[in-house]
């Protein structure tokens, strides 16, 4: 972390009767980080999304807990009363997150999925695969080129089924992609949230000198 | 065995060339090229006709004696005016192109070759970065990457973004894709650990150059250990050894031609740039150090058609390769008639015996 680095501040919230430890740091329009197995830590990636977002790190839910997660995370983030809001989730988050940006299409501006385990090529799921075609939110679908969980193949499948997906292939990344290739994560998550769909438009510049 | 020629577009300046590179574009004679052209066109009908499998073709920079700074380009002129031949494109330098620019391209020559494409994917010496100002240090690194792009860019059904190291695109999606699927036969052209790698994790074929036998041996046998930890094993024809032949009636004509070579490399640069360059030039036979060749490039078959069929039938044995590249450049002339001749001798005296080896 840099000395400059945003403050973080540790807190807990109730829904449902389940308690969410959860972390947040940054100012900006809110994220909402749905973090994987790993658990909560907050990495160089945060930091980075962290000087454009108000980034809250949601601790990774244990599905074992509540037949509905989806639900309970949406009231569990509603419950932070934070408005319309970007949602993330990684690895086996992602379905969560998405089962939350369908409750909560009007809430969730953007929705980002890192190397999700939910649709495997070898594990397809018809029910998920249905909904994805109903989920009209923005969607930005990570997949590291490296990825021995998740392979590529997987990211076609999210690709032809979101009417608003994106699939962008981080290169040398494997599963854990915001940790392998942190500038490069979090570059293209930054671009996507703030400017959606037009973010397939460059807007870097090439002039060396003017 | 498959054969290939190596078709260089050979220059014959009507006039001395300064010695140093880069040689002044302003030296260059048009008619004098639009000639070597000609000539090309005229020699890769007889090389057809004689039987060989593949053109091959490659990419070289501000060279008077290589008139092919744009491979691509030669492949589709060259596809237009022959019948049976197989182009093989060795070479887009990778590090110094747009890697969905070069998937596009080959993507198309491919389908309006009918499927007659076969495509080397390499680095590139460091002298060839010096047109196109790549920082030769980044040029490994921008070369695997690029690699992986064009083959990805081929294949992925569903259009896609790339976040790389060295090259970003956020929606890949081209069209025509290869009409041979999932893409042509394409080899990792190198000595390298990092090319043998590549290679052998993507199902690429391998291919070396020049060097001696025994010292490309190592690459390919490399190789080959790689494909076997990725599960799979290259055929004979995934295993290109390009090289210089020189074939006259007896050894000793044959090695009297090889005297009247000159030993430095033409063209160099000058010698504050060459050693600088030296330095950059980091190269490896799979993972050991090998030197820079600062000379002229070797002749690795050399002598009467029995003497090279014997050497030839020697690099299968122990190069492993499949495909042999030939440049029959006879050396000490810029001249065509004698290339024509070694053709002739090549073609009916040496190739009928090659191919069962």
């Not at chain 1, 983030?77 to 970007?86: M, Q, R």
Request: aromatic share 8%.
């Amino acid at each position: 972390m840099r000395d400059d680095a945003p403050a973080v501040v540790e807190r807990w919230i109730e829904a449902d009767g389940l308690r969410f430890r959860y972390v947040e740091t940054g100012r900006g329009a809110p994220l909402i980080h749905l973090c994987g197995e790993g658990g909560l830590r907050l990495t160089p990636a945060h930091e980075l999304l962290s000087r454009h977002f108000h980034v809250v790190v949601f601790d990774a839910p244990d599905p074992g807990q509540t037949p509905e997660l989806a639900a309970t995370v949406t009231r569990a983030i509603g419950a932070l009363s934070l408005g319309p809001f970007n949602l993330m989730g990684t690895s086996s988050s992602a379905g969560t997150a998405v089962g939350v940006a369908l409750r909560e299409s009007a809430g969730v501006t953007a929705l980002v999925l890192e190397a999700p385990t939910t649709i495997r090529p070898e594990a397809r799921d018809a029910e998920l695969e249905r909904r994805l075609a109903e989920l009209t939110t923005p969607t930005l679908v990570l997949l590291g080129t490296e990825d021995t969980v998740v392979p590529s193949a997987a990211g076609r499948i999210y690709k032809e089924k979101l009417p608003a997906g994106h699939l962008v292939f981080v290169y040398g990344a494997g599963h854990a992609i915001s940790i392998d290739r942190p500038e490069a994560f979090a570059e293209v998550v930054v671009d996507f949230l703030e400017r959606r769909e037009a973010f397939v438009i460059s807007r870097a510049t090439t002039l060396i000198n003017p | 065995m498959k054969v290939s020629f190596f078709e260089t577009v050979r220059y014959a300046s009507p006039h001395a060339l300064p010695p140093e590179w880069p040689v002044p574009s302003g030296s260059y004679d048009p008619d004098a090229g639009a000639a070597a052209y000609r000539a090309m066109l005229e020699r890769l009908q007889y090389v057809e006709e004689l039987g060989f499998d593949w053109v091959s073709v490659s990419e070289h920079h501000y060279s008077p004696r290589i008139l092919t700074p744009s491979p691509i380009l030669s492949a589709a002129f060259i596809a237009a005016h022959l019948k049976r031949m197989t182009l093989a494109l060795l070479g887009p330098i990778v590090p110094h192109s747009n890697p969905v620019r070069v998937a596009e391209e080959l993507a198309m020559l491919d389908t309006m070759a009918q499927g007659r494409l076969v495509v080397g994917l390499l680095r590139g010496t460091t002298n060839e970065a010096l047109t196109y100002d790549l920082n030769p240090a980044e040029a490994r690194e921008r070369t695997d990457e690029g690699m992986e792009l064009i083959l990805r860019a081929w294949t992925e059904p569903q259009p896609f973004g790339w976040q790389g190291r060295h090259f970003q695109y956020r929606t890949v999606s081209i069209w025509p894709r290869p009409l041979q699927q999932p893409h042509p036969p394409t080899f990792a052209l190198g000595t390298s650990r990092e090319s043998c790698e590549f290679a052998a994790r993507h199902r690429l074929g391998c291919g070396v150059s020049y060097g001696p036998f025994e010292v490309m041996a190592r690459a390919t046998r490399y190789y080959r250990e790689q494909c076997a930890r990725h599960g799979w094993q290259p055929t004979a024809d995934q295993i290109l050894y390009r090289a210089n032949m020189l074939v006259a009636e007896t050894d000793e004509e044959a090695h009297a031609l090889l005297r009247q070579q000159s030993s430095s490399a033409p063209f160099v640069m000058r010698a504050a740039v060459r050693e600088a360059m030296t330095t950059l030039d980091a190269r490896n036979v799979a993972g050991e150090a090998r030197a820079p060749v600062t000379g002229a490039l070797p002749t690795t078959f050399i002598g009467s058609p029995d003497t090279v069929v014997e050497q030839v039938r020697r690099c299968r044995e122990v190069v492993g390769a499949g495909v042999l590249d030939l440049s029959l450049h006879p050396p000490g002339s810029n001249e065509l008639a004698p290339l024509m001749r070694a053709l002739e001798l090549f073609g009916t005296k040496v190739l009928p015996r090659i191919r069962e080896i």
